[in-house]
């Protein structure tokens, strides 16, 4: 079952505009959801974590239980912003992360 | 900052060997895991390793794969036979014991290619 969808490959955007990349999910119970980022050559690495209801480097995201989103956005994309962003929900059991398809965002100068 | 290292970055192999990935997680971390990328793909998750026991595997973690932490400090993945299919960026990530809010820290990935 897809559990984590990312309907987008590619965002493109230029610098300055805002930016939202979509996330949905679908899990019975609380999961507990993740924004991961992937830089050109770079690991994966944690970007913010719903539970911390934190801004870093500008981005944010809030969890919408009634429409299972767990949007990312970011008012005005930087071009350092460009990378792969990958949206990630654990179970309550915490014993694994299940990933969406990821997105590209690309910022244009 | 403390990581999570893997070995090596690339690996060639020809289809049929044996393949032994190895990684070295977070010294105080508990839980341990292993994904894979094939290209152009997301991110997978292949099993996850518990209190020196699998926790879940996927459907992919089939018989040919098997994971084991031989000493206190590595963690390993070994494909018994590959296949072409199996070439992809396997990451290997680690987590402190589960709780809200926990996140795991990924390696850079070791690159399997099988001809």
């Known amino acids: 079952a897809q559990r984590v969808t990312q309907p987008e490959k590619l965002l493109s955007v230029f610098k300055g505009a805002p930016v939202e990349l979509k996330c949905n999910y679908s899990?019975?119970?609380?999961?507990?959801l993740f924004w991961y980022v992937q830089y050109s050559r770079q690991r994966l690495q944690l970007l913010l974590r719903?539970?911390s209801r934190e801004s870093i480097k500008g981005f944010t995201a809030d969890l919408n239980k009634g429409e299972t989103s767990f949007h990312l956005k970011k008012p005005f994309a930087q071009e350092e912003d460009s990378a792969m962003y990958y949206c990630?929900?654990?179970?309550?059991?915490?014993?694994?992360?299940?990933f969406g398809s990821g997105t590209k965002l690309n910022v244009k100068p | 900052e403390p990581e999570v290292t893997q070995t090596p970055s690339h690996q060639v192999t020809q289809m049929g060997q044996e393949v032994i990935l190895r990684c070295v997680p977070i010294?105080?971390?508990?839980?341990f895991y292993w994904y894979r990328q094939i290209l152009g793909q997301k991110v997978e998750f292949l099993v996850s390793?518990?209190?020196?026991?699998?926790?879940?595997k996927s459907e992919i973690f089939d018989d040919q794969f098997s994971v084991e932490r031989p000493d206190g400090s590595n963690f390993t993945l070994k494909i018994r036979s590959t296949k072409l299919e199996d070439s992809a960026m396997y990451f290997c990530?680690?987590?402190?014991?589960?709780?809200?809010?926990?996140?795991?820290?990924f390696g850079q990935g070791t690159r399997l290619t099988v001809v």
């Open positions: 990530a680690s987590s402190e014991f589960p709780r809200v809010g926990t996140e795991a820290f």
């Open positions: 899990y019975s119970g609380s999961p507990e």
């Open positions: 719903h539970i």
């Open positions: 990630a929900l654990t179970p309550v059991n915490f014993n694994k992360f299940y």
């Open positions: 010294s105080n971390h508990l839980y």
């Open positions: 390793f518990y209190n020196n026991e699998i926790s879940e």
